[in-house]
Every structure is written in structure tokens, then in C-alpha cells.
């Protein structure tokens, strides 16, 4: 019972002191993965036509899509092609995604994209994963894919710059 004072004492020195340290940490971010934000890969279709795949990763950890077809000779939209919204986890260089909503175009449509309104929803509910690489400075993410079989329309990988939305 003689050690009870000291004990005591000592437990309160020791709580005054760590909690004088809490103050002195810095401030957390939400999220400081290098993939949150705005990306946009371009594909030349034809002459005077351009196909803008954009992503947008948001710190909830959800992600938006679309893929629109631009004029690039007046940079007018001509009207989209898809677009989706989903969730996305990055960890190390793994990007899975869990696609939720779908949106393309109709099959009666005339021409491969449509209006923003026009698009239909389809029950595709997906789930993908690429192995992601970013640059230096973090302005360009390449997506590498996995490897497929011969008689597949495979892609190797994309190449997606981040930009500012307007």
C-alpha cells in the first residue's frame, strides 16, 4: 500500500506526457494515393475523331467513367459511347475495380455514340483488376493488363494523363 502513491503519481505524469505528445503529430490527409483525381486517355479513331476515356477516382473511393467522342478539329463533343460508376481500391500496384451502373449506347442507335441522355443502362455488374504504374511526378498512369489468349482482341496496356476538369 506504500507504493500506491508513487504508482498513482507516476501514472499521471505518464498521462500528462503522452498526451502532450498528440498534439505535436501532423495533420493526416483522407487519402494521399496517387490515383485520386482526373485521368484521361485519348485514341485517335479517324481523321477529325477522338475518343476521350476519363476516369475520376475520388478519396470515398468511388470512381466515375465515361467514354466520349470529341471533334478534334473544332474539340466539340459529338456525344458518348459509355460511361459507369463503380468503386476502386489501389493497393501497392494493383487497381481492382467493382463496376456497378453501365451506361452504353443503344443498339438501334446509327452511329457509335450518342447523347449524354440517350445512353441505355445495362446489367453488367463487373469486377476488374490491372497492375498500375505511375510517373515521377505523377501525371501519367499506365494500366498494364493481363496477358490473353491469341484469338482475343487483347490490350497490353493504356496510358492516362491527369487532368484538370473544367
Known amino acids: 500500500m506504500r507504493n500506491f502513491p508513487r504508482v498513482l503519481l507516476l501514472g499521471i505524469i505518464g498521462t500528462i506526457l503522452l498526451g502532450s505528445c498528440q498534439g505535436d503529430k501532423e495533420p493526416q490527409l483522407k487519402n494521399t494515393s496517387p490515383i485520386i483525381g482526373y485521368w484521361k486517355e485519348i485514341i485517335d479513331v479517324e481523321e477529325g475523331v477522338q475518343i476521350y476515356n476519363t476516369y475520376a477516382f475520388l478519396e470515398d473511393g468511388s470512381y466515375n467513367r465515361s467514354i466520349a467522342y470529341i471533334n478534334s478539329n473544332t474539340n ?11 468503386t476502386f481500391t489501389l493497393v501497392n500496384d494493383q487497381l481492382s475495380t467493382q463496376t456497378t451502373v ?32 505511375f510517373s515521377e511526378n505523377q501525371n501519367e498512369m499506365t494500366w498494364i493488363h493481363p496477358p490473353c489468349g491469341e484469338p482475343q482482341n487483347c490490350i497490353e496496356s493504356q496510358v492516362f494523363d491527369r487532368y484538370v476538369p473544367l
Not at 76 to 86: A, E, M
Not at 119 to 133: D, G, H
Open 76 to 86: 466539340s463533343l459529338l456525344g458518348y459511347s459509355g460511361k459507369s460508376d463503380g
Open 102 to 133: 453501365v451506361y452504353n449506347v443503344p443498339e438501334s442507335a446509327e452511329a457509335p455514340y450518342v447523347s449524354h441522355d440517350q445512353l441505355v443502362q445495362v446489367s453488367e455488374n463487373y469486377a476488374s483488376s490491372v497492375t498500375v504504374a
